[in-house]
């Protein structure tokens, strides 16, 4: 599929990080399936889903709390990756290495994308006031239509852009970086997972989640000599 | 018209537009235009006059907050007291704005500790341990539909029933929210939580760090300073690009 239905379906599936049901389909997992799947690697959206899910599990969108945007910055790199890695099959590394950064960046971008939407949103809170005023109840419709078609085509614009941009960005240090570089990247996906596992981390740090900790390693182990 | 009581119908569509409680989020009113929303279908029952609509409607635009499953209680009880002021013309608008305030802290609270920071996760963990310990396509498939099942029942199951229970419930809402209510439910999740962790460690560690000490040393230092460095509250882009530095300096060594 082409860079612009792509960009379509990861704008439809972002609008479920707030805007719309928030039943966890705009997740990396499950978005980097659906994306990898559109863009004709389904292997590969899957695992670029997996790697980049834990980092952003422990930020938790309580109340007006402002934290990175994950799941716009997934939907980016499972797309960019998808595009590229056709062309770059023995810099798998550095690749993965390159858009994980080139998402980080944008998973901080985000943060700003939904400050300013939630500043939008405050005018059609006005237009949904005034209208009130003068007794039309159907604003209400109206606007949370408006305003869902607004972040749509926001998220889509700013998908496809990344991701325009990102390709050309990549494709321009990817042909300067030398080929024993991606041994050297080989460790980046084990530090990304780390890195995930670490964070996700401080979700359980009271005593007895340790022991369910241990549980759930030894299990694993079971799992693996079994089988 | 006169008005008239709720109708399950009316339950339905006011279920349906629960699901878009967050579209206009903003940082003036935060939640209420999605609270106004929802009751569309509830001054459409209960009057028949515009103005009347209007004014309940514009009521209820003051500031309101609440985790977007759990509004699902107030907007219940909201629809009980308005159906009750139009109907029987017990109670008040102040009384029922002064409840409606007293409901924000109790609904963010029970949410936010219940699904952000347990079942979510939970559900994540699960779905992604699945995905990482299976090798075959379709388990791994079939472990993301389980993490997507392990999350949404609780998250329907919270807005219908907090809808159907906070309307029965009108002012005796706030009983419904109780820490007790719903520990089992927690405990559950977080234990399964910690063991799908577990799970993904091991896993990570066997597939790729059981015969390479340059792999076992990077993740189990990206786990470490990347806990700890959480712990002193660092932004999580920093954690990771550190994470990644080393990777990068271990696989040069």
Redesign the interface.
């Known amino acids: 599929m082409d860079l612009f239905p792509l960009s379509l379906v990861g704008g439809l599936i972002a609008l479920d990080t707030?805007?719309?049901?928030?039943?966890?389909?705009s997740?990396p997992?499950?978005s980097g399936?659906i994306l990898g799947w559109l863009a004709g690697d389904?292997?590969l959206g899957?695992h670029m889903?997996?790697l980049m899910?834990?980092?952003?599990?422990?930020?938790?969108?309580?109340?007006?709390a402002k934290i990175?945007e994950g799941n716009l910055a997934s939907i980016i790199a499972v797309i960019l990756t998808a595009r590229l890695s056709i062309f770059y099959e023995n810099s798998q590394n550095i690749l993965i290495?390159t858009v994980?950064?080139y998402a980080?960046l944008f998973?901080?971008l985000g943060t700003a994308l939904t400050t300013s939407i939630?500043?939008g949103?405050?005018r059609?809170?006005?237009i949904?006031?005034r209208t009130?005023?003068?007794?039309?109840?159907y604003v209400?419709?109206a606007?949370?239509m408006a305003?869902?078609l607004l972040?749509f085509i926001i998220q889509t614009a700013v998908i496809f852009f990344a991701v325009l941009i990102g390709q050309m960005l990549l494709q321009k240090i990817l042909v300067v970086v030398p080929a024993e570089w991606n041994?050297?990247?080989?460790?980046?996906?084990?530090?990304?997972?780390?890195?995930?596992?670490?964070?996700?981390?401080?979700?359980?740090k009271e005593k007895k989640?340790v022991l369910?900790?241990?549980?759930?390693?030894?299990?694993?182990?079971l799992?693996?000599l079994v089988m | 018209m006169p008005a008239e009581k709720l109708k399950y119908r009316d339950f339905f569509c006011i279920f349906l537009r629960t699901l878009l409680l967050q579209a206009v989020w903003n940082f003036k009113g935060m939640i209420s235009a999605g609270i106004a929303f929802t009751l569309v279908p509830v001054v459409k029952r209960i009057s028949s006059n515009r103005t009347e609509q209007a004014g309940i409607l514009k009521r209820h635009l003051g500031f309101f907050n609440a985790h977007p499953y759990f509004a699902s209680f107030a907007i219940g009880a909201l629809a009980r007291l308005e159906e009750g002021l139009a109907i029987n013309k017990t109670g008040d608008a102040g009384q029922i704005e002064k409840f409606k305030v007293a409901l924000i802290g109790p609904l963010g609270v029970a949410g936010d500790a219940y699904f952000w920071a347990i079942v979510k996760p939970a559900s994540i963990l699960a779905g992604s341990a699945g995905i990482l310990v299976f090798n075959r396509m379709e388990y791994r498939l079939g472990s993301a539909v389980m993490m997507l099942v392990l999350y949404n029942i609780p998250h329907l199951y919270i807005r219908f029933t907090g809808l159907w229970k906070g309307y029965q419930s009108g002012y005796n809402t706030y009983k419904l929210l109780k820490k007790e209510n719903y520990a089992r439910v927690k405990s559950v999740y977080r234990i399964l939580g910690a063991v799908m962790l577990g799970i993904v460690m091991v896993t990570v560690l066997n597939k790729n760090g059981s015969r390479d000490m340059g792999a076992l040393l990077v993740f189990v230092l990206a786990i470490t300073g990347s806990a700890f460095l959480r712990g002193k509250r660092v932004y999580m882009q920093p954690i990771v690009l550190l994470s990644m530095g080393l990777a990068a300096i271990i696989g040069l060594l």
Do not use: M
């Open positions: 707030t805007a719309a049901l928030q039943g966890l389909i997740q997992l499950i399936i389904i292997a899957l889903g997996v899910q834990l980092l952003w599990l422990n930020q938790l969108p309580v109340g007006a990175p290495l994980v950064l980080l998973s901080w939630r500043s949103n405050a059609l809170f006005d949904i006031s009130l005023d003068k007794e039309c109840i209400l419709s606007v949370h305003a869902l972040q041994n050297i990247a080989r460790y980046a996906e084990l530090a990304i997972i780390g890195s995930g596992v670490g964070l996700t981390l401080s979700l359980y989640d369910f900790l241990l549980i759930g390693a030894i299990l694993g182990v799992f693996f």
